[in-house]
């Protein structure tokens, strides 16, 4: 029976890692980084705001450019398997009996990442004038990232292995998202024949904040009881919105009558910004000859400070206990008064479990203040012309992220060629926190209007739902602007 317990423990705290997740990716990338060194590029300044346009533009609403990326250390082929030829099935998940425990935990990083960026252009101009160039530009963008740890899924699978009693001590399940909106002013011009400068300045809006920590579960499995408790926080500030609080419930146990400020949803009475904030670009360009070109820039150095913000705590005194069922009736269709049904205990057993991840308002925390960095990029590059063929360069791209324990650098070589005058391409490979990638940019600009599309990662093998299977590194950017 505790085997059927084992696997209704790992199923409700899978659902409350995927709900944590899920509440996050409504939305680490802008424009790829594969298109850095392509000259033909038109979005360049959005990396190193030192880099201009070779023409005027602008962007069609909401198509001029779109970015849209997903990184993370694992992928679905981490859990599911191949089932075994007796089953009825082709694929199992990896609670299957017939998956090797160390097969699986050894394929999993000491904690399972993973990212989503969306980043939507909806209105952007750019225009040399005034000895520079200079650009205005209004986008949606939205980061996300999750953080599961190995013990989790060391608890999922392996349940109680010693006899005498297994104890699991996880920590540090994590999930963020900001949400905003950004309002850019950017200029860059010419020092000398050697040196180019190029800054942006940045109004932020924050649309959406949450920040959603179970700091600990203890989860301890002996063969008298199995005991569970867990300590976390959540934090949202969303569009003016407010905790909704479940309905009190009479029939709740007495340890448990907090109902009255237990977190049932978020309710937006009246829409309105969640926080304003600021952010910076800035960037440098140095060519000492006609071959090298040199360049830095530092990108999204800012915050945003939400307003707003609702804190609310699980209750450590919501301790699950279960040792066991007794004294049921097997048929549900003849159970007399006074006696409880195998349906009942279960249920009971699922409402109790669910306790202890219940959110509960802190009323010493509603409305108030909290400042969030943005994650700001750095990036140093160096480029070199074929001298033989002037229509070809190799870039090395330096990139690091920085946001806490979410930071990611990154390493990337690219071929950059110009074949023909309209048309301009870019190959890359990167070598990041995650692995290893694959790139490609694809740049047309025959007169009036310039197209491209490519991406820093090529889309992996993918199952018939199109879910990455061997990573989740992942990033497609595109884009259609009229050029004069």
Excluded at 88 to 114: C, G, H
Aim: glycine residues 8%; charged residues 20%.
């Amino acid at each position: 029976m505790k085997y059927y317990i084992q696997s209704f423990f790992s199923i409700v705290s899978l659902c409350l890692i995927l709900f944590l997740t899920s509440i996050t990716n409504k939305m680490h990338a802008q424009i790829s980084n594969t298109s850095y060194y392509l000259r033909s590029s038109i979005y360049r300044h959005q990396l190193n705001p030192a880099y201009d346009a070779p023409n005027d533009y602008f962007a069609l609403p909401i198509m001029g450019n779109v970015s849209i990326g997903t990184s993370g250390n694992f992928g679905l082929n981490h859990f599911l398997y191949d089932a075994p030829t007796i089953s009825a099935y082709e694929t199992t998940t990896f609670m299957s009996s017939s998956v090797d425990a160390n097969k699986f935990l050894s394929n999993l990083e000491r904690n399972s990442r993973f990212g989503t960026n969306i980043d939507v252009q909806l209105l952007a101009l750019g225009f040399h004038k005034w000895n520079g160039f200079n650009t205005v530009s209004l986008s949606l963008r939205s980061i996300s990232q999750t953080s599961l740890p190995k013990e989790l899924f060391a608890f999922m699978k392996l349940g109680q292995t010693d006899p005498m009693g297994t104890v699991y001590d996880i920590y540090d399940i994590s999930t963020q998202s900001q949400t905003f909106a950004e309002i850019a002013f950017g200029r860059s011009k010419d020092i000398n024949d050697e040196l180019r400068v190029g800054f942006k300045v940045k109004g932020l809006i924050g649309l959406e904040y949450m920040n959603a920590q179970i700091n600990h579960i203890r989860a301890s499995l002996g063969d008298q009881e199995w005991t569970l408790e867990a300590e976390g926080m959540l934090e949202t500030a969303v569009l003016g919105g407010q905790f909704d609080y479940a309905d009190v419930d009479e029939d709740t146990p007495a340890n448990h009558r907090t109902v009255d400020r237990e977190i049932n949803g978020v309710d937006i009475d009246s829409p309105k910004s969640s926080g304003l904030g600021a952010a910076i670009d800035a960037g440098i360009i140095f060519q000492p000859n006609a071959d090298w070109v040199f360049s830095a820039s530092i990108t999204d150095f800012g915050f945003i400070a939400w307003t707003d913000v609702n804190t609310a705590y699980q209750d450590p005194s919501n301790k699950y206990s279960f040792d066991g069922f007794h004294d049921f009736v097997l048929d549900e269709n003849n159970v007399k008064e006074g006696d409880t049904s195998l349906g009942d205990q279960l249920d009971d057993t699922g409402d109790d479990f669910a306790n202890v991840f219940k959110f509960y308002q802190d009323d010493d925390q509603i409305g108030h203040s909290k400042t969030k960095r943005l994650m700001a990029t750095a990036r140093f590059g160096a480029e070199y012309t074929i001298p033989f063929y002037r229509r070809v360069t190799t870039g090395l791209l330096v990139t690091h992220h920085f946001n806490e324990v979410y930071s990611v650098s990154e390493v990337r070589l690219s071929v950059n060629v110009s074949p023909v005058e309209w048309v301009d391409g870019a190959l890359s490979i990167g070598v990041d926190t995650f692995g290893t990638t694959m790139g490609w940019m694809l740049n047309f600009h025959p007169g009036v209007i310039d197209f491209f599309i490519g991406g820093d990662a090529i889309l992996s093998k993918v199952n018939p739902q199109y879910i990455p299977l061997s990573d989740m590194n992942n990033q497609l950017s595109g884009g259609l602007s009229i050029t004069f």
